[in-house]
């Protein structure tokens, strides 16, 4: 089992930045992509980013440019640095995690709301 902790979301302005971070815990060693997806009110689940054990990254296009997402396997934690954002990034974001014998783990959402 993996278990997965968000945090870092919150209300921010339009153009505005936050950071989400996710911490890994159980058969961590496991752990192969991590990433982010987004769900707003009304909306399907959608992907925001992907990123490999060895640092392969793949991005939505509505994002691409925008938001930047990495990984510290030391620390098991991945990180989603959000820049420029636009009131339609707002939604609850989703840790993801899948493991090497292709099981798949959700964190329990964070809040991201872009408002003035």
């Known amino acids: 089992q993996v278990q997965l902790v968000e945090s870092g979301g919150g209300l921010v302005q339009p153009g505005g930045s936050l950071m989400l971070s996710c911490a890994s815990s159980?058969?961590?060693?496991?752990?192969?992509?991590m990433g982010w997806y987004r769900q707003a009110p009304g909306k399907q689940r959608e992907l925001v980013a992907l990123i490999s054990r060895g640092g392969g990254t793949n991005y939505a296009g509505s994002v691409k440019g925008r938001f930047t997402i990495s990984r510290d396997n030391n620390k098991n934690t991945v990180y989603l640095q959000m820049n420029s954002l636009k009131p339609e990034d707002t939604a609850v974001y989703y840790c993801?995690?899948?493991?090497?014998?292709?099981?798949?783990?959700w964190g329990q959402g964070t809040q991201v709301t872009v408002s003035s």
């Open positions: 993801y995690a899948d493991t090497t014998n292709f099981a798949q783990y």
């Open positions: 159980g058969i961590i060693f496991s752990i192969a992509g």
